[in-house]
């Protein structure tokens, strides 16, 4: 199992950083969802920046239910450089 998501803040349009469990920082692009659904609606980056830590399932999410899977927000996120 890969670590949980403890924090998330937005960098940039559609850009989120990423902290989790394990102490790893990541930038994960949500760019490649925004077309896909369920996520249409993260294109407004009033309602994008709501996002916030789903504290019992270690993820993110925002207010009408969109979230990830914890492994791919893991997985596909890269390292930040700090």
Known sequence: MNPR????????PYQLALTFANGE????NCEP?????FFVQL???E?????????SGGTIHWP???DFCPDTLYL???NLKE
Not at 33 to 37: D, F, R, T, V
Not at 47 to 55: A, D, G, I, L, S
Request: proline letters at 0%; hydrophobic letters at 35%.
């Open 5 to 12: 998501v403890t924090e998330v803040h937005v960098m940039r």
């Open 25 to 28: 920082r990541k930038a994960f």
């Open 33 to 37: 969802y925004l077309n896909k659904g």
């Open 43 to 45: 294109k407004n980056l």
């Open 47 to 55: 309602y994008f920046n709501q996002v916030r830590v789903m504290q």
């Open 64 to 66: 009408n239910g969109q």
């Open 76 to 78: 596909a996120s890269e």
